[in-house]
């Protein structure tokens, strides 16, 4: 008779686990907004009658000496324009029509700013 040997099998030994590390708390998640940009503000005090429109030439943004450029009447006697982007001052002269020119010196408007100005004609 022949007697079998049986191979026991080891175990395995344990894996050492890591300590756990210390949670960290949640941070928010920052969000990403465009930077706003710089609009200044020019408006008139101004009653130009009916049927007349104020506009605005100069040094900044869409302006130019050579053309004119319309404000939005915002009220019976006031007129606004709004221009963007512009990190220098604006250097501005209102005409009546784009034609004639209010008298006076150029005004200076810091950039960012919103100014009144009561032009004389």
Known sequence: MKKTIKK?????PAK????????????PAVK???PKAITTTISAQLDVGFGNTLYLRG?????SWDKGVAMDCVADDRW?????E???PI???FLLNDETWCAGEDYLV???SSEVFTPMF
């Open 8 to 12: 026991l099998k080891t175990p395995a």
């Open 91 to 93: 250097l501005c002269k």
């Open 16 to 27: 050492k686990s890591k300590p756990a590390a210390p949670k960290q708390p949640a941070v």
């Open 59 to 63: 040094e900044g943004p869409g302006l």
């Open 110 to 112: 810091k950039p960012g």
């Open 86 to 88: 512009s990190a220098r």
């Open 80 to 84: 606004s324009l709004v221009l963007t």
């Open 32 to 34: 990403k907004t465009a």
